[in-house]
């Protein structure tokens, strides 16, 4: 870091990511992000199985939000899959985040429901940054760090023959 006694506001800044902290702390982040998740998907299971009616009912009730009528009408024709897919995909996130296997894609996943969540807030009664934007932005990092790569399994998974005879692959891991 070097100093300008000029401008002290100015200087230089550099975060390393192979360093062993950084590593750790994308892992810990990443683990974290999917205990939050696959709790709260198994304790709704745990609760009221696989018919979790309040996910269809909140839906519905997402009028007035900046995706207009969408979730309303998911919420009354997709009930069966919302249902369901609620606590199911929770908890296949968070175990996905918690492994590091196919963490960009479980990521990509919470991404989608934390944008439902925050989007569908219309009222930003807590405000425009609140605890859904802070979730949503927890999956974007686990994508772009590629957080899978670091004490999970993806790194392990991206050395086997397929993913290396379908390099794309790897944009669903890491």
Not at 36 to 49: L, P, Q
Not at 59 to 65: A, H, K
Not at 133 to 154: N, Q, S
Request: charged share 10%; hydrophobic share 55%.
């Amino acid at each position: 870091m070097s100093y300008q006694s000029s401008n002290p506001l100015v200087g230089e800044v550099e975060f390393a990511l192979e360093g062993p902290w950084a590593t750790y702390w994308i892992a810990f982040l990443r683990v974290v992000t999917g205990w939050w998740f696959f709790h709260a998907g198994v304790t709704k299971i745990i609760t009221d199985g696989f018919a979790f009616s309040y996910g269809p009912a909140y839906m519905q009730q997402m009028t007035g939000t900046a995706l207009g009528g969408i979730p309303v009408w998911m919420g009354n024709n997709l009930a069966w899959l919302i249902a369901p897919g609620v606590p199911l995909f929770e908890t296949l996130i968070g175990l996905a985040l918690m492994a590091g296997a196919l963490t960009r894609l479980a990521a990509f996943g919470g991404v989608i429901f934390m944008s439902l969540f925050w989007v569908g807030n219309a009222g930003f009664g807590h405000g425009v940054v609140n605890s859904d934007l802070m979730g949503l932005l927890l999956f974007m990092t686990v994508i772009v760090l590629a957080a899978g790569r670091y004490y999970g399994l993806d790194a392990l998974i991206e050395q086997t023959a397929l993913v290396k005879q379908n390099p794309k692959l790897r944009y669903l891991l890491g």
